[in-house]
C-alpha cells in the first residue's frame, strides 16, 4: 500500500480541503463536550458528522460519505434529538451537564489522543496510498460486501432484528396473559376479559422517566 | 503359598461382571431421578436389581468354579481411568466373589424384608434407592482392581451409610448420629487416602496386580507406613479402636440399615482392605500386621464390653458386631493362616447377625419402635418365628457347637493361640463375654415377665420380614460347618490371598476349645440368674462404676470429643468467625474494608458502572503498555 | 465494468448448525408476529429445543463425515475440529439451560412495567409472559456458534455482537429483584460496548499493520511486515481487552459479580457456560492463528493476567455472601484456570494438541458443572423469588439432604476434588502448562485453587452443619430443572470417573488443530 511519497508542498487542494475539514471535525467535537445545552451538543454533533462525510468525500469513498451523512446525520442524530425530546431532559442551559471529574475525564482524554495519534503517526508516517478514483464507490464496496464479507453481513441482519425485537420487549406495554380466557385452566384467566389493544398505550419511554422519578436503583447509581 | 497371578480376562459372565455394579448403580438412579411417579413401584425395582445382581453374581461364581484354582484371579479390564496412570479394571477372584454372594445374597433378603419393614414410610421409595446406591459402591469396592477404585467405593458406601443413617431427618438423634458417623470416617477415610498417594509414590501405580507384581522394593519404613494408614482406614469404616465411636449411633438409621450396612457388609470392608493388601503391606509378623491383631483383639475386648450394659437391643447388638469384627481383625492380621478364618467369620457373621438385627427389627415392629430390652420380656410366645430365628443366631453367636459361629471362631481361636498364646487367651475370654452378653439380650427379650408399656400389642410381622430370617437362620446353622470342615474355604481362597504350608485340621476338642466352651456356657449361666430367673427392673438401676464405663461406650465419646470435637469446633469458629465478617460486611459497607484483602479489594467493585469502565480503561492502558515493554524487549 | 458481481461460494452443509439456529430464531420472530398469544409458549418450548437438538446432530455428523482443512464461506468462518468440538459443547450447554429457563417463574411478567409499579402488578396478576426470550436465546447461541469459527475479526466482531446483543437484553428480564436484574443489563450493555469498542479498534489497527483483517494473513504478515510494531503490539493488546472482557479475566472482570447476580438465573447459567466456551474459543483461535507467530511478546501478559484472574476471583468470593456472586467469583477464577491452558500453548506442535484438548475439556466439564450449580440456585426459593443470601442456605443438608448433596457435588468439582470433573480438567489443564514449562503459574493455580476450595467447602458446611432457620428457604423443583440437575449430576460424575471418552474427542478434535 504505501508508494513513493510526492512533495508535501505546496499542498494540493484536496489536501487543503481534508485538513480544513478535519479541523472542523475536531472543532465540532470539542463542543459536543463542552457545551452546556444538550440540544447544542446534538447539533455539534451533526457538524462533526458531517465534516468527517466531507472528509470521506475527498478521499474518493462517496458512497462511505452518504452512509455517514444518511446513517449518522440523519437517523442517529435525529433519534438523539427524539430521545432528548421524549425523556423530558432539560432544554436549555443546564450547569447539570458539567461532570464533577472534569479533571480526570480530560487526562484520560488526552491521554488516549496521544497514544492513539502516536501509534498512528508511527505506523503511518511513511505510508502514502495514491488516491484513485471509484476506489470507494458502490460498485466496489457491494462487490465486497456481497462476496467476501457475505457472512458477517447477514449475521449482522440478524443483530438488527435481534436489537428490533429486544426494542420491542423493553418497550411494549400491552402485553396479555399466556393464557386466554377460553382456556379453563387458567388460574387468573377467566377473571380479566381480553383486552382490546390500547389505543393510546403509556408512551414508550414512560417507564424510563419514571424510573428517574422514583429514583430507581439503576439511576441512583448510575447518574449519581 | 502365595497368591496366585491375576490374569487377564475376557468373555463368559466373569467379562460382564461390571453388571453386578451396574444394575443396583441404575437402580438408584432411577429411583431417585424418577421422583414421586416411582413411589408406586420403587421398592419392587430396589428388590429386583439386588436379586438380579446377585443372579449374575452366583453365574460368575459357577464360571470362576470351572477354572483350575491357580486361575481363578480374573482381571476385567474396563477402561482407561486416569490416562497414563491408571486403567480401571474389575478383578473377581475367589476373594472378592465370596464378598458379592454375601453382599448381593444377604443384600436381597434384607431389601426383601424392607418392604414389610418400611411400608408404612412415605419415603420408602428413596430408603430403596439408597439402598441399591449402597449396594452399588459395595461392590465396587470389593470387585475394583486398584485402590482408586475400592476408594470410589469407600467413598460411596460412606455417603450411602450417612443417608441410610440419617434417613429420618425428623429425628435430630438421627441427623446427628450420620453426621457423627460422616466426620469419624473422614478420619479414617483420609488415613486411606494417604496410603493411596504413598502408594502410588512407592510403586508408581494402584492396582492390585501392578503393586504386586511391581518391581519396586520400597523402604521397609514406607512399608509399615503404607499400612498403619490403612489399617486406620479399616479402623474407621470398621468401627475398630480407636475411631468406633460412630457405630452405637449409627443404630439411629432404620433397623435394616443397621443389618445390612452396620453388621453384614459395609463394617467389614476393613477386614476386606488388610485382607486384599496383606500379602503387600501386612506380611507376617511385620509391624503392620501386629498392630492389626492388637487393635482386633482391643477391639473385639471393648464391643463385648460395651454389649454386656447396653439395654437398647441395637446398640447391644452393634457392641456385639464390634466385637465380631474385632475377631475379624484378629484373624486378618494372623496372615494367611488366618485370612480364610476371618472371611469364613465375616460370611456367617454376616449371616447371623443381619438374622439377629433383622429379628430385632421384627420385635420393634411389633413394639411400636421400643428399642428397650427392659421394656420387652416373655415375647417369644407372641413372635414364634422371630424367635425360633433369632434363637438360631444367637446360638451360632456364642458358638453354640456344630453351628456356624462354632466353626469360625474357633478357628480364629485356633490360630490366634498358635500366633501368640496371650491374644489367643485373650480371645477366649471375649468369647465368654459374648456369651454372657448374647443370652442377656435374648433373655431380656424373649423371656421372663412381660415389662410391655401399656400401649404395646406385639405381633408376629408379616410373611415378607419372616421369610428373608428363616433363610438367614438356615445359613447360620449350616454354613459355617460347610465352609470350615475339610478346609474347604480355605482351599478356595487361597489363590487369592494365600495359604499356609500347613493346612489346620479341625480339632473338636483342643484345650482353648474346651476352655471357650465352658466359658460360654458359664456366661450364659451367669445371664439366666441375672435376667432370666430374676426380675428385671424397668428402669435400670444406677449400676457400679464398672458398668457405667461400659455404659458410657468405654467413654469413647469423652476421648473423641478432647481429641477430635474440640479441635474441630475451633476450626469451625474460625470459620464463623470469617462468615460473620463477610456478612457484617455486606450489610455495613465499611467493615468490609476491616476484613482482610478480600474485603479491601471489594471496595474496588463499587456497583457504579463508570468506576467499572474507569478500572477497564486503566487495564486496558496497563496491558497496552505491558504489550509495549514486553514487544520491544 | 459490467455490473454483475460473482456470486459469492457458501458452503451451507459446513455451516448448517449455525444457520439451524439462526434459521430457527427467524421463525420464532415469525411466531411471536403471528401465532396467537397463547400458543407461542407452546410452540417455542419444542421449536428451541428440537432446534438445539438438531444443531448438535448435524454438528455431530459433520465431525463425523470430515473435518474440512480449508475456511469456507469466502474465508469467513473456519469448521475445523476445535471448533465442531466447541459448537457441539454449546449447543448441549444452550440445550441444557433452555430446559431452565422452560420452567416458571424466572423471566419478568412485563419488562416495560416499572418494579413496583401497578402496571407490573397487572401484569402479574394476568399471567403475562415474555415468550420473545426463546428467539433471543437462539440468537444469541447462534452468536456463540459464529464467535469461535469466525476466521477474521470483521465475522469475530460482528458474532460477538450477535452473542451479546442479546443477552444484554436477557439480563434485565429476572422476575424478581427486578431493578438489581435493570441495573445489570445497562451495566452489561455499556461496559459490553465498552469493550466492543477496543475490539474494534484493534481489528482497525491490526488491519493497519497487516493490509487485512483475515486471521491467517495476519499471521503471515508478522513474519513479513517490518517498522510497524507499534501498531502491532497496540492493536494486539487492544483486541486482547475485547476478548478478556468477554471472559471476564483480571482486571475486565467487574462486569462479572454485577451481571451474573442480576440476571435471571437460566440467563445466567447460558453466559457461565455458552458465552463462556465461545469467548475461549475466539481467545484460542485469536491468539494461536493469528498471534501464533508472536507468543514470545504475549505469553509473558497472559502469564500476569492469568494470575491476576485466578488470585482476584479466588480471593474476592471468600467475602461474598450472594450465592449467585459467589458463583461469579467462581467463574473469573476458573476464567484463570482456563488461561493457565492458554498460556501452555506454544510452537511445538504436540505440545498444543495436548493443551487444546485440555482446554476443550475443561470447557466441557466446567460447563456441565456450572449449569447444574445455577440450576439448584433456582430451586431454593423464599418467598421473594430466590434465596440469595448465603446464609439461607444454611441446613439444607437436614432439609432436602438430595439438593445439598446435588450442590456439594457441583462445589467439590468447582474445587477440584478428584473424582469429579473439575479434577480432571485441572489436572489436564496443569499437566500441559507444567509440559510447556509454566511451573510457576501452576503453582498459583494450585494455590488458588486451594483458596477457592475454602468458600466452596464453607458452603457445603454451611449446608450439612448448620441448623436450618426455622421459616427456612423452601425447595422447588420443575420438572425441566429436575432434567439438567441430573445431566449436570451425569456430567460431573461420569467425567470424573470416566473421563476417557470425552477426553479422547477433545484430543482428536484438538489434534487437527485450528486452520491456519
Known amino acids: 500500500m504505501t508508494s513513493q511519497v510526492p512533495d508535501l508542498w505546496p499542498p494540493s487542494a484536496q489536501e487543503v480541503v481534508f485538513l480544513l475539514l478535519g479541523v472542523v471535525a475536531l472543532g465540532s467535537a470539542l463542543l459536543v463536550v463542552t457545551t452546556r445545552q444538550l440540544v447544542h451538543a446534538a447539533l455539534w454533533l451533526v457538524v462533526c458528522f458531517g465534516a468527517l462525510a466531507g472528509g470521506y468525500l475527498v478521499l474518493t469513498a462517496e458512497f462511505v460519505a452518504w452512509v455517514q451523512v444518511l446513517i449518522y446525520v440523519g437517523a442517529i442524530v435525529v433519534l438523539l434529538l427524539f430521545g432528548i425530546m421524549l425523556t423530558r431532559a432539560p432544554i436549555g442551559r443546564s450547569a447539570g451537564l458539567d461532570s464533577g471529574n472534569r479533571v480526570t475525564a480530560a487526562t484520560v482524554a488526552v491521554g488516549t489522543a496521544a497514544v492513539l495519534v502516536t501509534v498512528v503517526v508511527q505506523g503511518f508516517a511513511t505510508a502514502y496510498t495514491p488516491l484513485e478514483p471509484g476506489g470507494g464507490a458502490a460498485a466496489t464496496l457491494g462487490a465486497s460486501i456481497f462476496r467476501s464479507w457475505v457472512l458477517p453481513f447477514e449475521a449482522l441482519s440478524v443483530l438488527l432484528l435481534a436489537a428490533l425485537i429486544g426494542a420491542i420487549v423493553l418497550s411494549r406495554t400491552d402485553i396479555r396473559p399466556a393464557n386466554p380466557a377460553a382456556d379453563a385452566g387458567g388460574p387468573a384467566a377467566p377473571t380479566t376479559p381480553p383486552h382490546p389493544p390500547d389505543p393510546a398505550p403509556p408512551p414508550a419511554d414512560g417507564s424510563g422517566a419514571t424510573a428517574g422519578e422514583t429514583g430507581s436503583g439503576r439511576v441512583s447509581r448510575d447518574g449519581g | 503359598m502365595e497368591p496366585a497371578k491375576i490374569i487377564e480376562h475376557s468373555g463368559g459372565v466373569i467379562g460382564v461382571s461390571w453388571l453386578l455394579i451396574a444394575l443396583p448403580l441404575l437402580g438408584a438412579a432411577f429411583l431417585l431421578l424418577g421422583g414421586r411417579k416411582t413411589d408406586k413401584f420403587g421398592h419392587l425395582l430396589g428388590v429386583a436389581t439386588a436379586v438380579a445382581s446377585f443372579v449374575v453374581g452366583v453365574l460368575v461364581f459357577l464360571q470362576l468354579l470351572g477354572f483350575d484354582p491357580a486361575e481363578r484371579r480374573r482381571a476385567v479390564p474396563l477402561y482407561d481411568f486416569i490416562p497414563g496412570l491408571t486403567k480401571m479394571g474389575l478383578l473377581v477372584d475367589p476373594l472378592s466373589i465370596s464378598f458379592v454372594l454375601l453382599i448381593t445374597g444377604v443384600g436381597s433378603l434384607i431389601h426383601i424384608y424392607s418392604i414389610g419393614y418400611m411400608a408404612h414410610d412415605p419415603n420408602r421409595r428413596r430408603f430403596f434407592a439408597y439402598l441399591n446406591l449402597f449396594v452399588a459402591a459395595m461392590l465396587l469396592l470389593v470387585l475394583a482392581d486398584n485402590y482408586i477404585g475400592l476408594y470410589v467405593g469407600w467413598e460411596g458406601v460412606g455417603l450411602a451409610s450417612y443417608l441410610l443413617i440419617g434417613f429420618w431427618q425428623h429425628k435430630p438423634s438421627a441427623a446427628t448420629a450420620a453426621k457423627k458417623a460422616f466426620i469419624v470416617n473422614r478420619v479414617g477415610d483420609f488415613g486411606l487416602a494417604i496410603a493411596i498417594f504413598t502408594i502410588f509414590t512407592a ?232 456369651g454372657f452378653y448374647m443370652s442377656r439380650l435374648v433373655f431380656m427379650t424373649f423371656f421372663g415377665k412381660k415389662r410391655w408399656e401399656a400401649d404395646a400389642h406385639p405381633h408376629e ?77 424397668v428402669t435400670a438401676p444406677r449400676g457400679s462404676f464398672l458398668t457405667t464405663f461400659a455404659r458410657r461406650d468405654l467413654y469413647g465419646d469423652a476421648l473423641n470429643e478432647a481429641l477430635f470435637m474440640r479441635p474441630g469446633q475451633w476450626l469451625t469458629r474460625l470459620a464463623v468467625f470469617f462468615d460473620n465478617r463477610g456478612i457484617d460486611g455486606l450489610v455495613n459497607g465499611i467493615a468490609a474494608g476491616i476484613g482482610g484483602t478480600s474485603g479491601r479489594l471489594r471496595r474496588v467493585q463499587t456497583g457504579f458502572v463508570r468506576s467499572y469502565a474507569l478500572s477497564i480503561f486503566i487495564g486496558a492502558a496497563i496491558l497496552v503498555g505491558a504489550w509495549f515493554v514486553v514487544g520491544n524487549l | 465494468m459490467n455490473g454483475t458481481i460473482p456470486a459469492p461460494t457458501i458452503e451451507y452443509a459446513l455451516l448448517a448448525p449455525m444457520l439451524v439456529v439462526f434459521g430457527a430464531a427467524i421463525i420464532g420472530v415469525l411466531v411471536e408476529a403471528f401465532a396467537p398469544r397463547y400458543l407461542r409458549s407452546a410452540i417455542h418450548k419444542p421449536l428451541t429445543l428440537l432446534t438445539l437438538a438438531g444443531a448438535f446432530v448435524i454438528t455431530i455428523w459433520q465431525a463425523r463425515t470430515g473435518i474440512p482443512t480449508t475456511p469456507s464461506a469466502m474465508g469467513a468462518v473456519a469448521v475445523d475440529g476445535p471448533a465442531l468440538f466447541i459448537w457441539g459443547t454449546i449447543l448441549v450447554l444452550a440445550f441444557v439451560s433452555v430446559l431452565l429457563i422452560n420452567d416458571e417463574g424466572h423471566f419478568v411478567a412485563s419488562a416495560a412495567a416499572v418494579p413496583g409499579s401497578a402496571e407490573e402488578e397487572r401484569a402479574l396478576t394476568e399471567g403475562a409472559t415474555h415468550t420473545e426470550v426463546y428467539p433471543l436465546v437462539l440468537f444469541a447461541v447462534g452468536g456463540m456458534l459464529l464467535f469461535p469459527a469466525a476466521n477474521d475479526l470483521l465475522a469475530m466482531f460482528v458474532a460477538l455482537e450477535v452473542m451479546s446483543l442479546p443477552l444484554y437484553l436477557l439480563c434485565g428480564l429476572a422476575r424478581r429483584r427486578r431493578l438489581l436484574s435493570q441495573e445489570a443489563a445497562v451495566k452489561y450493555f455499556l461496559l459490553g460496548a465498552f469493550s466492543s469498542a477496543f475490539f474494534l479498534y484493534g481489528t482497525a489497527l491490526l488491519y493497519g499493520y497487516a493490509g487485512s483483517v483475515d486471521l491467517a494473513k495476519i499471521n503471515t504478515a508478522l513474519g513479513s511486515v517490518g517498522g510497524q510494531d507499534t501498531l502491532l503490539y497496540i492493536g494486539v493488546a487492544m483486541l486482547g481487552v475485547g476478548l478478556l472482557f468477554k471472559i471476564g479475566a483480571a482486571p475486565f472482570q467487574a462486569w462479572k459479580p454485577d451481571v451474573y447476580q442480576g440476571s435471571p438465573t437460566p440467563i445466567t447459567a447460558l453466559m457461565a457456560s455458552g458465552t463462556l466456551v465461545a469467548a475461549f474459543g475466539a481467545l484460542l483461535r485469536v491468539f494461536w492463528v493469528a498471534l501464533g507467530g508472536l507468543e514470545w511478546s504475549w505469553t509473558p501478559i497472559m502469564w500476569g493476567v492469568a494470575i491476576l484472574t485466578m488470585v482476584v476471583g479466588a480471593i474476592l468470593a471468600i467475602t461474598q455472601t450472594d450465592i449467585k456472586r459467589m458463583l461469579a467469583y467462581s467463574s473469573i477464577a476458573h476464567g484463570g484456570f482456563l488461561l493457565i491452558g492458554v498460556v501452555a500453548l506454544g510452537n511445538n506442535q504436540q505440545q498444543n494438541a495436548s493443551a487444546l484438548s485440555a482446554l476443550l475439556f475443561y470447557l466441557v466439564a466446567y460447563g456441565f458443572t456450572t449449569v447444574g450449580a445455577f440450576a439448584v440456585v433456582t430451586t431454593v426459593r423464599d418467598a421473594g423469588g430466590e434465596a440469595w443470601h448465603l446464609s439461607r442456605w444454611a441446613g439444607l443438608g437436614k432439609r432436602r439432604p438430595l439438593v445439598a448433596v446435588v450442590f456439594s457435588l457441583f462445589l467439590l468439582a468447582f474445587a477440584g476434588i478428584p473424582l469429579t470433573s473439575g479434577f480432571f480438567g485441572k489436572y489436564a489443564v496443569f499437566q500441559a502448562a507444567v509440559a510447556a514449562g509454566a511451573t510457576p503459574l501452576v503453582v498459583v493455580g494450585v494455590v488458588s485453587s486451594a483458596i477457592a476450595a475454602f468458600f466452596y467447602v464453607r458452603v457445603i458446611v454451611l449446608m450439612f452443619f448448620s441448623d436450618p432457620a426455622a421459616d427456612g428457604p423452601s425447595v422447588v423443583i420443575p420438572g425441566g430443572t429436575w432434567a439438567v440437575g441430573a445431566v449436570a449430576v451425569l456430567a460431573t460424575v461420569v467425567l470424573g470417573v470416566f473421563p476417557q471418552p470425552v477426553l479422547d474427542l477433545a484430543h482428536t478434535a484438538a489434534q487437527s488443530l485450528f486452520v491456519r
Open chain 2, 461 to 537: 410381622s408379616p410373611a415378607v420380614m419372616t421369610w428373608p430370617l428363616i433363610i438367614l437362620s438356615v445359613g447360620s446353622i449350616f454354613l459355617g460347618g460347610f465352609l470350615i470342615v475339610g478346609n474347604r474355604f480355605m482351599t478356595f481362597l487361597g489363590p487369592a490371598v494365600g495359604q499356609p504350608e500347613h493346612l489346620p485340621s479341625f480339632h473338636p476338642f483342643s484345650v482353648p476349645g474346651l476352655v471357650t466352651l465352658a466359658l460360654v456356657a458359664a456366661g450364659a449361666a451367669l445371664a439366666w440368674f441375672k435376667y432370666g430367673a430374676a426380675e428385671v427392673p
Open chain 2, 203 to 434: 510403586f508408581n501405580t494402584v492396582s492390585f496386580a501392578g503393586v504386586m507384581e511391581s518391581g519396586a522394593d520400597p523402604s521397609q519404613g514406607t512399608l509399615t507406613a503404607i499400612g498403619l494408614l490403612l489399617l486406620l482406614g479399616a479402623c474407621g469404616k470398621s468401627a475398630q479402636l480407636p475411631l468406633q465411636s460412630w457405630l452405637l449411633d449409627a443404630m439411629e438409621g432404620p433397623t435394616p440399615v443397621s443389618a445390612l450396612i452396620h453388621a453384614a457388609t459395609m463394617v467389614t470392608a476393613g477386614v476386606y482392605l488388610v485382607t486384599r493388601s496383606g500379602a503387600m503391606f501386612f506380611p507376617e509378623g511385620s509391624t503392620a500386621a501386629i498392630a492389626v491383631t492388637i487393635v482386633g483383639v482391643a477391639t473385639l475386648l471393648a464391643g463385648a464390653i460395651i454389649g454386656t450394659a447396653k439395654d437398647d437391643i441395637k446398640k447391644a447388638l452393634a457392641g456385639s458386631t464390634m466385637s465380631q469384627i474385632g475377631y475379624m481383625m484378629l484373624a486378618a492380621g494372623i496372615g494367611p493362616a488366618g485370612y480364610a478364618f476371618a472371611i469364613a467369620h465375616l460370611i456367617t457373621h454376616g449371616f447371623f447377625k443381619a438374622d439377629m438385627f433383622l429379628g430385632a427389627g421384627s420385635v420393634m415392629h411389633g413394639m411400636n419402635d421400643e428399642v428397650d430390652m427392659r421394656k420387652y420380656g416373655g415375647l417369644r410366645k407372641v413372635m414364634p418365628i422371630t424367635f425360633a430365628t433369632f434363637l438360631v443366631g444367637y446360638l451360632a453367636i456364642i458358638g453354640f457347637p456344630l453351628l456356624s459361629g462354632y466353626f469360625t471362631k474357633d478357628g480364629i481361636i485356633e490360630s490366634a493361640m498358635e500366633y501368640s498364646s496371650t491374644l489367643g487367651w485373650l480371645a477366649v475370654l471375649g468369647a465368654g463375654i459374648t
